[in-house]
């Protein structure tokens, strides 16, 4: 750009008609200088000369020439006026039949026009159709925000509220809160990546090594019927391999109520692996130990890649554990306040990496974080 | 833990095959992770269990013999042998022609072939460990135990399964094959065959030869003694042997493996002293002293401080309980009076122990778990018995036995109301009594309620009614517990503004057309010095993790931008056309002695060419502004809205940065990343970024979005060309044109510098919409409306119309 812009240009909108007028000019004058009225002639040469028109601006001249103001038509109409009465009156209606004839004749040749402009429109600007759109920048959400966002939704679907925890979590809240004090064994099922400080000697903060801890820090401050899911990442000091990574999402679930028993974790869970995979995949589901719940429960789906015969993903074994779960255990009920002959309650914590895995058939779980936009392109 | 079915046979029929017992085992926790197979590629018929009748020298080489081997076949057969160790009478394993083996030197399967060997004909061969797969060892041969039945074949003898069992750190029982065989029992509704304990012993008692004496109780809460007199050392029996190797653990000596063969039978770790280097026959367990050091068995010496318990003499440290023994009081070949070490220390403690001095022994995993005292006193009868009948040992009698506070039986009382309220199911009376008499509890119904349960010795683990109700539901089997679905009353929902603002940034960065990242939250402190000025750095050092696998993650990351143009640098090497990636995660800044503070930050990276109607790079690189447009539309989609202004930023290009505000506080940054920094990430064209803090955009969040009427009355739509100071931010023109009460909006649509302007100056072209919400506007109202504008941009900006 760069043209000026000279003053104030008014947008022109009402303007446009009046300006189209003035360019359309008075066609066929020559007629009015005849005395004698010959409307078969004038019919015959309005008809010559619509048949001629051949587009929109032609038929605009011709209607104005014709049955404009100052047009043929007009013309004869205004001069009957000085014809005697008789003559008057036959002219009169002749040459008002005339004009409802050319002004039907104008609309029938506007449609033909219309048509005909279509059909040209349908065969010589005919599209390849095959070609591609016009390229367009599409956005995508990584696929592990996708599958937490469908876990999350079924929850939410059950009546769970989702909340959120830190990261960096102190060892109260990570291991203490959990039943697991300092030096005891169910720490090595979790390898932990603290933060380098230290205080009495100990490390007193770390990368949480799953989202457990916000069963604590929610039920510190809520009192049952709980009912909340927790998604979050996690962190382990572990070596990797093709179902294991050092940082995962993991989503926490709890619920704590009356009448909570091991039925409804099983039934919760079930209907969470259905929505998740559909009725195909296998689910088991086997006892297991964390200090934090009981009865333990360990729960896997059954090989995507081998179908349960045993392969490199899922480690020779044939199941892709997905969550671990259980009910929790009454003393951190009771050390939360609550009346443990009353309420009882389940957690889980499930792995939203292996389920994505499992979803889309993916071979290793270190693709998530390496972002290859061709690995991320396809979800 | 390696269970040998062979030798679990020992304690507990099995009828299952390796796997549905694995399966079974896996279901009621322990969980089964490969089976082992010995044998199974043997072939019966070809490879069986053999005499050596004779051997005899080869005629034509001194390093070979002549073999002649009985192998249960109507006529022995003599084979050449180069093994050193062959001899007559020995039991052996015989393979004939056709049978598969594994070649000693390639050390791949091959078939056996009748061979002629310096001119002698050899059409068998007298097996190697190698050779049957057994283990590397091609020295010599493998030779039997005296009783092996010749004829047999090899893998009925021989053969067995190892489970290796992937196992909980609740239950140290299941650490024994003894553990669980009482597991299968329960499963199969098989019997336990507990291993005898009993063995004849002298008149002279042991406590009247040694004197034990626990100093700390808080870390031993038993110590039992044995003393053996008269042993002999040597190898352990073949079939000992032959078990400690299916176990994982190496032969060494007939006592130290009778020590280990009952750690693996019954879980029970013990030690054998060589009783003369015990100072003044007496043990004392205690504290070490600060300062005294121990050479352990492994010749390591180790400094010992005063949290670490020892087994001492009247001057010494002998051992590190729970851990390993002292190289001084080892057993020797000369040593023929042993003391019999088998107690329960703090399981705690010896975990700490074994941590600090990097030292986890099969001990100490089994200690740290916490074992039963009563325990104690069984694996010490076990093994005396052993050395008695193994190691030619005389036992005294009875044992020093340091038991200062006995731990009483662990009963609960479990309400069958409790049962069902935990597993959802009211299982039967005699299901519940059943299961847990299978695994040795006892049980007593006390109708119409109550079940008195009694925990068996070896159950540290159980405590409580629920731990009782998942012994019920794992034998009984998890499949048992029905599903339901969630009922009660749905808790009220609770509101997470933080979390919702993110997840609509992240959606409408989508909508804009970004890919997500996801970046680890761990990194260096050299990628983080690219993007972070040294101030910055020294000012709020990021956190550092204490141990990492990686010295590529190490760092808690303090911004994502080095991630994420690291990521942007990782891709641009394959890819063509515009690249635009965002991260919505957390940032971690430290806060003293306090947890970090956890921020959600959104960047974006944005480079690369802009692409033709095909979707192919066009020849217009991105630029500045494509950064803020996404970033723009980020915050528009989400209903918020910045203001632009001038910023320097470390890594950015000064002039092609600026920071976002919104209500007074800086919401976020954009900019073209410094050259130099982008070379850094090995980005060798222009790329831009732009950061929204979600914490500080969050204020900004209104309660609801506001409805705003479309007006009735139609608009007039004006351009105006005004001609500005060149450095004048366009913004503040379009700003000050939209206060005007009429002016309903202003854009800015063209910018002009060049011919027919002044150098200094630049050409803006905005659009006015002016509109009133109440009236149709007249000319002459717009007309005075525009030049008082222009009046006042006159005044104000010096702007002047383009004439």
Redesign the interface.
């Known amino acids: 750009m760069g043209a000026g812009f000279d003053l104030l240009i008014s947008h022109p909108r009402r303007r446009l008609t009046a300006q189209r007028r003035m360019l359309i000019m008075p066609v066929s004058m020559t007629d009015q200088e005849n005395d004698k009225i010959d409307l078969k002639a004038i019919a015959t040469r309005a008809r010559a000369e619509l048949d001629a028109a051949a587009d929109e601006t032609a038929l605009e001249t011709w209607r104005v020439a014709q049955l404009g103001r100052k047009g043929v038509v007009t013309s004869v109409l205004r001069r009957l006026v000085d014809l005697p009465i008789e003559e008057r009156r036959r002219l009169g209606a002749e040459a008002n039949a005339l004009k409802g004839e050319l002004e039907a004749a104008l609309e029938s040749k506007r449609e033909a026009l219309a048509g005909e402009r279509l059909a040209a429109t349908m065969t010589e600007g005919a599209l390849d159709v095959t070609l591609p759109g016009r390229a367009k920048r599409i956005g995508r959400l990584h696929p592990v925000t996708q599958t937490l966002r469908e876990m999350t939704e079924i929850f939410t679907s059950m009546g769970f509220a989702v909340i959120e925890g830190p990261e960096v979590e102190s060892d109260y809240y990570n291991f203490q809160a959990l039943r697991i004090p300092l030096d005891h064994p169910a720490r090595d099922m979790q390898d932990t990546l603290y933060i380098d400080y230290q205080r009495d000697g100990v490390y007193p903060y770390m990368l949480r090594t799953h989202t457990s801890p916000n069963q604590v820090r929610f039920m510190e401050q809520h009192s049952p019927p709980i009912r909340v899911i927790v998604p979050g990442r996690c962190y382990r000091n572990e070596a990797t391999d093709p179902q294991r990574e050092w940082m995962f999402s993991q989503i926490e679930l709890l619920a704590v109520d009356e009448g909570i028993s091991m039925a409804d974790l099983k039934g919760t869970l079930f209907e969470f692996a259905k929505r998740m995979f559909g009725q195909e995949r296998k689910v088991r589901f086997r006892c297991d130990y964390f200090p934090f719940v009981e009865p333990g429960v360990d729960m896997a789906i059954d090989c995507f890649l081998c179908g349960g015969k045993g392969c490199r993903t899922c480690r020779e074994g044939g199941w892709i554990e997905i969550l671990g779960a259980g009910m929790v255990h009454p003393q951190i009920l009771q050390n939360m306040g609550y009346d443990t002959d009353r309420y009882t309650g389940f957690a889980a914590g499930i792995g939203a990496e292996r389920i994505c895995l499992l979803q889309h058939g993916i071979e290793d779980i270190r693709s998530f974080y390496s972002n290859d936009v061709r690995f991320l392109e396809q979800f | 833990m390696r269970v040998s079915l062979k030798w679990l046979a020992e304690y507990v029929d099995v009828t299952l095959s390796p796997e549905e017992l694995g399966h079974r085992l896996?279901?009621?926790?322990l969980?089964?992770?490969?089976i082992d197979r010995v044998g199974g590629e043997w072939d019966e018929e070809l490879i069986t269990v053999g005499r050596v009748v004779a051997v005899e020298p080869h005629p034509n080489a001194d390093r070979l013999v002549l073999a002649t081997v009985d192998y249960g076949g109507e006529a022995p057969q003599t084979v050449v042998c180069g093994a050193p160790n062959v001899e007559a009478e020995q039991k052996i394993a015989f393979a004939r022609a056709g049978a598969t083996l594994i070649d000693g030197r390639s050390g791949k399967p091959s078939i056996l072939k009748p061979a002629k060997i310096r001119g002698v004909e050899s059409a068998g061969m007298v097996c190697s460990e190698k050779e049957l797969g057994l283990s590397g060892e091609h020295e010599g041969i493998l030779v039997l135990a005296e009783d092996a039945p010749v004829g047999t074949p090899l893998a009925a003898y021989l053969g067995d399964a190892i489970l290796n069992l992937d196992l909980?750190?609740?239950?140290p029982d299941w650490m024994s094959m003894l553990g669980v065989a009482r597991e299968v029992a329960a499963l199969t509704g098989a019997e336990v065959r507990e291993p005898e304990h009993t063995y004849a012993d002298q008149d002279e008692s042991a406590p009247a030869k040694v004197a034990v004496e626990i100093a700390d109780p808080d870390l031993c809460s038993r110590y039992v003694a044995a003393v053996i007199e008269g042993v002999r050392l040597g190898p352990s029996p073949q079939w000992l042997q032959e078990r400690l190797i299916a176990g994982g653990m190496r032969p060494i000596n007939n006592v130290v493996d009778i020590t280990n063969y009952v750690m693996l039978e019954l879980g029970q770790p013990l030690h054998a002293f060589d009783f003369g280097t015990v100072k003044d026959a007496k043990i004392i367990v205690r504290r070490a002293r600060a300062g005294e050091r121990l050479v352990t068995l492994d010749g390591e010496e180790r400094a010992l401080t005063d949290d670490m318990l020892v087994i001492a003499d009247a001057e010494k440290p002998l051992a590190l309980a729970g851990v390993m023994g002292g190289a001084d009081s080892e057993v020797t070949d000369t040593t023929t009076m042993i003391l019999l070490e088998s107690a329960t220390f703090h399981?705690?403690?010896v975990?700490?122990t074994a941590?600090k001095l990097r030292s986890r022994t099969e001990a100490s995993?089994r200690f740290?778990?916490g074992l039963s005292p009563e325990l104690a006193m069984v694996a010490a009868q076990r093994a005396t018995k052993l050395l008695v009948e193994l190691a030619g040992g005389s036992a005294l009698h009875g044992q020093v036995d340091c038991y200062p506070t006995p731990a009483n039986d662990v009963q609960i009382d479990v309400t069958r109301r409790r049962l069902?309220?935990?597993?959802?199911?009211d299982l039967p009376t005699s299901t519940v009594r059943a299961t847990l008499t299978s695994l040795g509890f006892s049980c007593r119904w006390v109708p119409p309620e109550l079940y008195q349960v009694r925990v068996p010795y070896w159950r540290t683990d159980v405590a409580?009614a629920?731990?009782v109700?998942?012994e019920v539901?794992?034998i009984v089997g998890?499949?048992r517990?029905?599903?339901?679905?969630?009922?009660?009353?749905?808790?009220?929902?609770?509101a997470?503004p933080?979390?919702e603002l993110r997840e609509q940034l992240?959606?409408s960065?989508?909508?804009?057309?970004?890919?997500?990242?996801?970046?680890?939250?761990?990194t260096t402190l050299e990628l983080l010095e690219r993007v972070l000025s040294p101030e910055q750095l020294a000012s709020q050092p990021p956190?550092?993790?204490?141990?990492?696998?990686s010295a590529e993650?190490e760092y808690?990351r303090p911004t994502l931008w080095a991630s994420v143009l690291k990521?942007a640098a990782?891709?641009l090497r394959?890819?063509e056309g515009?690249?635009?990636?965002f991260e919505a995660?957390?940032v971690?800044l430290p806060q003293g002695?306090e947890?970090?503070q956890?921020q959600e930050h959104i960047v974006g990276v944005v480079t690369g060419r802009r692409?033709?109607?095909?979707?192919r790079p066009s020849d217009e690189a991105v630029d500045f502004y494509d950064a803020k447009g996404y970033a723009q539309a980020a915050l528009g989609a989400a209903g918020l809205n910045a203001t632009f202004e001038d910023a320097e930023r470390f890594a950015l290009l000064p002039g092609r940065t600026a920071q976002l505000a919104a209500d007074g506080r800086i919401v976020g940054v954009v900019g073209q990343v410094h050259p130099t920094v982008a070379a850094a990430f090995d980005i060798g064209q222009d790329v831009y970024l732009f950061e929204l803090v979600v914490d500080e955009l969050l204020p900004s969040m209104g309660a609801e979005r506001a409805f705003e009427s479309i007006f009735r009355f139609p608009p007039?739509?004006?351009?105006?060309?005004l001609v500005v100071d060149r450095g004048l931010a366009a913004e503040r023109v379009r700003a000050a044109i939209e206060e005007h009460e009429l002016v309903r909006r202003v854009r800015i649509f063209?910018v002009?510098e060049?011919?027919?302007i002044s150098p200094d100056k630049k050409?803006l072209?905005l659009s006015v919409t002016y509109q009133s919400p109440d009236r149709t506007l007249t000319?002459e109202e717009v007309?005075k409306a525009?030049a008082s504008i222009v009046k006042q941009l006159r005044q104000e900006l010096s702007a002047e119309?383009?004439?």
């Open positions: 896996t279901m009621a926790g969980e089964l992770e490969t909980t750190p609740n239950r399981a705690a403690n975990r700490r941590a995993t740290e778990k069902l309220q935990v597993l959802g199911i409580i629920d731990d109700a998942e539901a794992r998890y499949d517990i029905p599903t339901k679905n969630l009922g009660g009353e749905v808790p009220s929902a609770i997470q933080r979390r992240r959606d960065c989508v909508a804009a057309g970004m890919q997500e990242v996801i970046t680890y939250s761990l956190l550092k993790v204490a141990h990492t696998l993650y808690l990521t990782a891709n394959h890819h515009e690249l635009a990636l995660s957390r971690y002695d947890l970090p956890e692409e033709d109607r095909w979707g007039v739509i004006q351009d105006l060309a063209d002009y060049g011919a027919g050409s072209a000319t007309a525009q119309l383009r004439g």
